[in-house]
């Protein structure tokens, strides 16, 4: 069902000819009522953020942070395009208002695929038309948006939760350019709870954190990751923080599919740092050992080679003492006090075998700790990305 | 001739059994009188570094920065490998200094290989002196030392440079964690100038600098990393200017010799950053590009996505204005202003396709600049480093 499961959300997907395959390349997410409701949003700090992430913004400035629709579009990104590139995500968002007959700063825009490419306009907006006389508020709707998201996503990614008197519905894309602070990556949230602006956009901020910002594949930081929370509020009020852990929930789901789904990626990897001396010591070295391409090469080849996880442990800036960090795959402690334990080498073996693998890093010097999520590094990924044609 | 060419100095190396190959894995670097020389040295930055990298630094605290002797071995890193290892690294110096009849902190102590397994001291002690037998101060024994600390390096690394009237002579060795601030490499450098430890130092840290820092290929900063400087001050007084630029030289050369032999790389980027607010700036700019595996893989592709390239130098954290930016591959701009820019499709081709390519980014907001040396992502890579076995 994903965003059309939540009352009040009317949604679609089809073609307007960006892919020259002439695959699925546009959404649509609407209000049922055409009227604006609240909407909380997260972006990219990537300093060349793209033309449809500086309209978005642009547009919630004006409307107070209020929205009708979101337009999505996948197979460029309309990024590094200059100043033609937002007077082109302007137009789209104009060419959806007036077939929908609302106001065009009410119309919010994601795009994602290519970047440094000028978007086609000329050549795709006489293709708008027919995929907006598809809305609907059915799971097929839902799906059909889902699909026309994907770039090099191999499936497309939903998520419900059905809270006690509200429902929060995603769907997303990323599969690679994956880091924290966002990533290539797109949300949209709907939601019929009815939650002010400024609640919305606190738990938005934290459930990204915990999720989002939890993942690291391939440590980009691309120019058009958007998470869109729009709450239509026909489910009345709601208790807060049930609602909020409904929307870390969904996000949490949505970032795991990431994982799932990560370029070329054969594992998933949990990793957890404990004992650090704060929370963000803990985090900086999780994402120190995330971000290693030793480390990541390691699980593709299925090998504990600890030694290069303390390497990393020990250079990510943090307080870090040899003689106590231990490390544990699976469980099984392989590294105590600095140096190899020994340990049952089969259920290590088998452990890393996994499509699932948990490392865990113990610095012992106090009480921070942090997970992330992240992946292999395989030949895999190297042929999805060493060519764009 | 390398570590041997400056008056004063005899080499060697050999196999003392660390490595299961029975390739040669041990070199000894040692004044011809016996006596200590002056010595300046630079050091891995990594929070667990290795047993040796403690022992050094401790033996020329002792000396106040002299020795005569300089013992590397390969097959073994001795990191994370806590106390025990630092007495076996203490064990291999003793040794050295009994049979060359020299105090034991007079001989420093260098490893590489792989990290976490105990050094196999009572298995190999006795293989060092038949090889002791065999220092000599030809080309042949310059060669035979450098060789014995390959690792995954495909050829051995040998630099030397003659000055108006003293000789620069360097081995080195490193394929792979090569980052900024030292990397897993080795570099032992030999010159017959009499100069102050002062300068030594001083020169050395520019050199270093200028060099091995600004060489990233996968941007690990290893346990081991070392460079050391003896000065046996035979040809006596020097130019200090001409001095540097020698030492810088002949850094440079060792280098661009590890960036030429890194891991499963096929071609080598010669990166550029300009117009940086400041040349700190440049080189934080400078190593996200270099760091992204996206960026890498299109070189290893010969595509010269520069979207990439714009994206990464917009999270590096420095002032950066899209509209400003622009990226040349071997001289042709293929992005001004932030935007495509119409060139010659077939010549960016042909320089994608040589050895060594040309990335020059040009930030036009200021004077501060950079160059960066590092390679492509190929299979290969992964290939070397899956397993460690």
Chains 1, 2 share one sequence.
Not at 44 to 60: D, F, G, S
Not at 77 to 96: D, F, K, Y
Not at 175 to 188: D, E, K, S, V, Y
Not at 311 to 325: K, M, N, P, Q
Request: glycine letters at 8%; proline letters at 3%.
């Amino acid at each position: 069902m994903s965003v059309t499961a939540a009352k009040g959300f009317r949604a679609t997907g089809g073609s307007m000819g960006i892919k020259p395959t002439g695959k699925s390349d546009v959404a649509i997410v609407t209000t049922a009522s055409g009227k604006p409701v609240a909407v909380a949003g997260t972006f990219t700090t990537n300093k060349a953020a793209a033309a449809p992430v500086q309209v978005t913004k642009r547009h919630l400035e004006a409307t107070g942070h209020q929205a009708t629709t979101v337009i999505l579009t996948s197979g460029n990104a309309n990024a590094a395009t200059g100043a033609e590139g937002v007077v082109h995500a302007m137009e789209l968002c104009a060419t959806v208002a007036r077939a929908l007959e609302v106001p065009p700063t009410s119309v919010l825009i994601c795009q994602t695929g290519l970047i440094g490419i000028p978007f086609p306009l000329e050549a795709t907006i006489g293709g708008l038309a027919p995929v907006l006389q598809t809305l609907g508020n059915d799971e097929d709707a839902g799906t059909r948006a889902a699909e026309a998201i994907m770039t090099t996503d191999t499936f497309d990614k939903q998520a419900t939760v059905v809270g006690s008197n509200f429902t929060v519905g995603a769907m997303a894309k990323g599969a690679a350019m994956l880091a924290p602070n966002m990533a290539t990556m797109l949300c949209c949230i709907t939601t019929d709870a009815d939650v002010a602006h400024v609640d919305l956009e606190r738990i938005l901020r934290r459930a990204v954190e915990q999720s989002f910002n939890r993942l690291l594949t391939d440590g980009a930081v691309s120019t058009n990751d958007t998470v869109l929370l729009l709450a239509s509020g026909e489910a009345g009020h709601v208790d807060l923080q049930e609602f909020e852990q409904a929307v870390t929930s969904v996000c949490l789901d949505m970032a795991e599919k990431m994982a799932e789904d990560a370029e070329g990626a054969t594992k998933v990897i949990h990793l957890i740092v404990k004992g650090a001396a704060s929370d963000e010591e803990a985090h900086a070295a999780a994402r120190n050992v995330a971000d290693s391409l030793l480390v990541k090469c390691s699980f593709n080849g299925e090998d504990p080679y600890w030694g290069r996880v303390v390497s990393e442990l020990a250079t990510a800036g943090v307080a870090f003492d040899i003689d106590r960090v231990s490390v544990a795959y699976g469980g099984t402690v392989v590294c105590e006090a600095g140096i190899a334990k020994t340990h049952d080498v089969e259920v290590v073996k088998a452990h890393m075998a996994q499509r699932h693998v948990t490392l865990e890093c113990n610095l012992n010097l106090g009480i921070g700790s942090a997970t992330m999520l992240t992946v292999d590094l395989g030949h895999g990924y190297i042929d999805e990305n060493r060519t764009t044609s």
